[in-house]
């Protein structure tokens, strides 16, 4: 979704404003500006298309001198992305410049006020209004005007501004969309995401709900929507600077997958102390685990897809009854929550607008709530009562790879140690998964190094039209993410059916060349899987099988298979999910799509 950048301080804010831009096109966008004060006036410069076309325009920033502005990529949601319509937008005399992500639901009855008093709008957009209705509150003093605007809009916001009459501060303020304040010794910063002023501070502030943030060259003053000010806690971004940059990779994507070795490491081996598993974060007792009546899980995208993998696990081996939801769903549908229910919510940013309401739902329910999030500090970690972190890293490209796989693993910690203490499980058999658990890096690592050969099969179905993906139980889950990446990616139709579900309407779709992927590790389904790729091959279908290393005779029937080292039954998404990974990216890069930013997609849904 749209990224945010400001700076105010002693250097030129333009080439920053860029550089700040340039590492949140992960989210997403369709075009881009910036407004810079001059001395005298505000300058904005603004075009559809990429953020190139904008550095370009400016020089790399030269031709837009100042030292304080704000900068914007944005993700069309009212209006078409076009050079009108980009951020940032402007009061009518031009004094007042305003970025803005998120979406102010009523702003069309807002316009018409304005409009009915004189205001002429240039643009579609939502957040034109809230440049103009800070314009129509603003009588000298910026704060005043803010605090009125943010009692007037209802809906979400994350907001840069600046006032000509005041070129010595700028203001940011957020609700229900993310914002950062970064403190540095050339000068002050607001942004969407860390990536954006990593290289200029490691010193930040979470922007919470209804805050207002001020700052100047120096310092940085919070206050609440009363205008009191408030103390605000610094805290200290720890992430390796070169998390965020492509190392050599020709994308992140690869480079993410690549990271997955390490990053299920950092996630598993924290928890892993003297042959026990030990999540001190979730802060239940064994008699809380113990008394779990249902746990309900409920994400977006591919972390509802760890998700459905997670119910598999959950009650295969802890008997604790699961339910799996969408979050757009979860929050809408009266979920049914009783005493003793675990509500689980996962994300990688933490920052998923259906998510967070779907957590705050379950909250407002009376649930117990355990955010399973990627980024530290982010909304749906601060607002749920435990968090769990995967230690996934930064990740930029917009298909997930290296957080699914680390919430697969921080899911599989709580499967286990929940049947552990719920009696479920011997000291025999818990040391055989703990053993399995910490084979899991070193075994997606062999998977990866079998790259060449997915990337030549994966270049002989660039002109593919459908792909459908078909597994059991667990192996269902994982076509289903398998199946999300090609099409995020590939923009090849892609389906992911149980294969049990095929003869029910979807075999008529297969003809000859049709490719299927069979994803068949539970050796309880293998025969029943194997059955329905016979199926689908007899009508012409060619088979792309990913199996466990012994089932050898699977390639009868399949045309091509994948073997996958050994683990235990309930961990095989783990390893399954890495050649479908690298299918979907060399079949991206061997269409000559950009593959980390796809279109129509965003990396943060902060909007619903
Ligand atoms: O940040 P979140 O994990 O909450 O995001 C959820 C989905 O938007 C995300 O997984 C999306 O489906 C990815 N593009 C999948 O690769």
Redo the contacts with the bound molecule.
């Keep these: 979704m749209c990224g945010i950048v400001g700076y105010i301080g002693k250097k030129q804010a333009a080439p920053i404003l860029l550089d700040g831009l340039s590492k949140l096109e992960y989210r997403g966008y369709d075009s881009a500006g910036m407004a810079v004060y001059d001395g005298k006036m505000i300058h904005v410069q603004k075009s559809a298309g990429r953020l190139k076309t904008l550095d370009e325009q400016t020089h790399g920033g030269d031709t837009m001198p100042g030292m304080s502005g704000v900068g914007h990529t944005r993700w069309a949601t009212h209006g078409v992305p076009s050079d009108i319509n980009a951020h940032p937008h402007y009061n009518t005399d031009e004094t007042i410049a305003v970025v803005h992500n998120g979406i102010i639901e009523n702003y069309l009855k807002l316009k018409k006020k304005l409009a009915a008093k004189g205001c002429k709008f240039r643009s579609d957009t939502d957040t034109e209004v809230v440049a103009m209705l800070l314009d129509y509150y603003y009588h000298g003093d910026p704060m005043e005007a803010i605090v009125k605007v943010m009692h007037r809009v209802e809906g979400s916001y994350a907001l840069g501004i600046i006032f000509a009459d005041h070129p010595e501060v700028l203001y940011a303020v957020r609700k229900d969309s993310p914002l950062i304040v970064g403190k540095g010794k050339d000068g002050c910063y607001i942004a969407s995401d860390v990536p954006a002023i990593l290289r200029y501070t490691r010193k930040v502030y979470y922007l919470q709900n209804e805050e207002i943030a001020v700052l100047s060259d120096e310092a940085v003053h919070f206050y609440n929507i009363d205008s009191e000010e408030i103390e605000k806690e610094q805290k200290t971004i720890e992430w390796d600077i070169n998390a965020a940059e492509k190392g050599g990779y020709e994308y992140f994507m690869l480079k993410e997958m690549n990271e997955q070795p390490k990053t299920v490491t950092d996630t598993l081996n924290p928890r892993l102390k003297n042959g026990d598993i030990v999540i001190e974060e979730l802060g239940m007792s064994d008699e809380e685990i113990r008394s779990l009546r249902k746990i309900h899980i409920v994400?977006?995208?591919?972390?509802y897809h760890t998700g459905i993998t997670g119910k598999y696990v959950l009650e295969g081996l802890s008997r604790i009854q699961v339910e799996t939801d969408l979050a757009s769903e979860f929050r809408y549908r009266d979920p049914i929550i009783e005493k003793g229910t675990l509500v689980i919510i996962?994300?990688?940013?933490?920052?998923?607008a259906d998510?967070l309401a779907a957590l705050r739902e379950a909250k407002k329910r009376g649930a117990l709530t355990l955010g399973i999030v990627n980024v530290v500090g982010s909304s749906i970690a601060r607002e749920a009562d435990r968090v769990m972190y995967t230690w996934a890293g930064p990740e930029i490209a917009?298909?997930?790879t290296k957080?699914y796989t680390a919430q697969l693993i921080a899911l599989y910690l709580l499967a286990v140690k929940f049947a552990k203490i719920r009696g479920l499980l011997d000291e025999r058999a818990f040391a055989s998964m703990i053993k399995d658990l910490k084979a899991i890096p070193a075994q997606i690592q062999m998977l990866l190094a079998n790259k060449e050969n997915i990337q030549r099969f994966a270049n002989r179905y660039l002109a593919a039209k459908d792909v459908f993906f078909i597994g059991r139980g667990i192996d269902y889950a994982i076509s289903l993410e398998g199946s999300?990446?090609l099409k995020?990616i590939s923009y090849i139709h892609s389906e992911a059916y149980a294969a049990g579900e095929l003869k029910h309407g979807t075999i008529s779709l297969i003809e000859e060349g049709t490719l299927v992927t069979a994803v068949s590790t539970q050796e309880d389904l293998y025969k029943k899987t194997l059955s329905n790729i016979v199926e689908v091959r007899t009508r012409g279908a060619f088979v792309m099988a990913v199996t466990n290393e012994d089932n050898t005779e699977i390639e009868k029937a399949a045309d091509y298979v994948i073997y996958l080292p050994k683990t235990n039954r309930f961990f095989t998404n783990s390893l399954a999910i890495i050649p479908l990974q690298l299918f979907s990216y060399y079949v991206s890069v061997g269409k000559g799509l950009d593959v980390d930013k796809p279109r129509n997609?965003a990396?943060?849904?902060t909007v619903e």
């Design positions: 994400a977006c995208g591919s972390a996962i994300s990688q940013s933490g920052e998923t998510s917009v298909a997930t957080a999300l990446k995020e997609l990396k943060s849904v």
